[in-house]
Every structure is written in structure tokens, then in C-alpha cells.
């Protein structure tokens, strides 16, 4: 089974929209962390936004939320006011077991998003 | 913000030839890792690397493939005897594992990324 599903290949967004990011993660573990990643045309790899198992919060940065529901096992980012620099592919990952040994991160299939002016 | 760099940006090799990817992480972080991305697909974990050992690594990460932190700034990915099918972008990533619930401590930070195409 996989252990990160992003079930939205490829998603359009008009400007100034908000969009949300599908997000389904496996674990038996009782402690993990879910990340989104950005990744431009020009292929780096920028952080978004983290979130621990045990937060009881969902996280935000800025424009980026996750909606994090635990019960379902889901993860999904929400992006608000869509830029055009959003433009580029989301990655969810996640990381299994306790924090400090170390971020070995899973990677789901990625969402490409682009914004329409 | 501190950031991972990476050199080169791109790499060309001929098969069977030895490349050497390399990474300068963040200073003061602990951990380091290679992790690759065949181009399409999913990025993959291949290693990771704490106090001078390899603390984790993937069946990916076999005989052919080695890490070394020669000083205090440098990590490398060697890949003794390139194929074609290790052609793939490879970023580096550290991170510095802090309190539990801090999040802003959890941030792995990626390098830009080698892309590595072997011919």
C-alpha cells in the first residue's frame, strides 16, 4: 500500500483563488510528521509548511495551511489568494517514527498546479 | 535564511565513470541526506547520515554509492561506477532535530539540486 497518496495529478487555479492540495497518508506509527514541499520549474525543492502527529493545531505559514485530520489520515494543504509564482508542483511527505532520528521523508506522487491570471 | 548548496548544478558522465555530487549543508545541523528524483517520478530517500556514520539507507543505496563528510562543511555522494539508470536529479538535505512539537525546528532543508545524466 502506498504511504503517501496525492490522488490530484495535475490541478488549474484561477488568480486571487484559493486551492486545496489532497493529501492521504498510511502509518501504524503514533509519531510522525507531515510536510509539503514546492517544487518550481526550476526543480529545487522549497519547504512549505510541517506538521507534527501530536500538534494539536493545524499548521500555517503564511498563505499555506494544512488541514490536518487525523482520524481520516489526511494532510491537505490549502494554498489562499493563489499567486502566479504558485505555479509549480506539491509534493506531501511524510516522515514515521520519533523526531529525533532524523527526517528519512516519504513522497507522494505530487500535484502539479497551475494558476491562471 | 541558510541555505544548502549544492555543486555542480548539472553533471554529465559517460557509464561506468566514477562522479562525485557535493553539499555544503547548513552549519550548524546534524543530520545530512541524499535523497534522488528519476525524473517523473517520486522523490526517494537513499541516505542519511549522522555523527561521521551513515545512520540509515535505502535499498537503493548500494555497494556503488558511498558518503563521506571529508571536513567540517562538505558532504559527498559518490557513485563509484555510473549506469543509466542513475540518471536523476540528486538534492542534499540537513536538518537540526529540535523539541518534539516545534515545527519550525522539523524543517529539512533541501539543496537546489545535481542533475546528473548519465550517457
Known amino acids: 500500500a502506498q504511504k ?17 492540495l489532497d493529501c492521504t497518508y498510511d502509518t501504524s506509527d503514533q509519531s510522525y510528521g507531515l510536510f509539503w514541499y514546492k517544487q518550481p520549474s526550476s526543480g ?14 493545524n499548521a500555517t505559514e503564511g498563505r499555506y495551511s494544512l488541514n490536518f485530520q487525523k482520524a481520516r489520515k489526511s494532510a491537505n494543504l490549502v494554498i489562499s489568494a493563489s499567486q502566479l509564482g504558485d505555479s509549480a508542483m506539491y509534493f506531501c511527505a511524510m516522515r514515521e517514527g520519533l523526531t529525533a532520528a532524523g527526517n528519512k521523508l516519504t513522497f507522494g506522487g505530487g500535484t502539479r498546479v497551475l494558476v491562471k491570471p | 535564511e541558510p541555505e544548502v548548496t549544492q555543486t555542480p548544478s548539472h553533471q554529465v558522465t559517460q557509464m561506468g565513470q566514477e562522479v562525485i555530487l557535493r553539499c555544503v ?20 530517500f537513499l541516505v542519511s547520515f549522522y555523527n561521521n556514520e551513515i545512520s540509515e539507507k535505502s535499498e537503493i543505496f548500494d555497494d556503488q554509492f558511498s558518503v563521506e563528510r571529508p571536513d567540517g562543511s562538505n558532504f559527498t555522494l559518490k557513485i563509484r561506477s555510473t549506469k ?7 538534492f542534499c538535505a540537513s536538518h537540526l532535530p529540535g523539541a518534539e512539537t516545534r515545527s519550525r525546528t522539523e524543517k529539512l532543508f533541501f539543496g537546489s539540486g545535481t542533475q546528473l545524466s548519465v550517457l
Open chain 1, 4 to 20: 503517501i497518496t496525492q490522488t490530484q495529478p495535475g490541478m488549474f487555479v484561477q488568480e486571487k483563488e484559493a486551492v486545496t
Open chain 1, 44 to 57: 529545487e525543492m522549497i519547504f512549505l509548511i510541517y506538521q507534527g502527529s501530536y500538534d494539536e493545531q
Open chain 2, 25 to 44: 549543508p547548513i552549519s550548524n545541523h546534524l543530520y545530512f541526506y541524499w535523497y534522488r528524483q528519476i525524473l517523473g517520478q517520486k522523490v526517494e
Open chain 2, 84 to 90: 543509466l539508470e542513475d540518471s536523476a536529479m540528486y
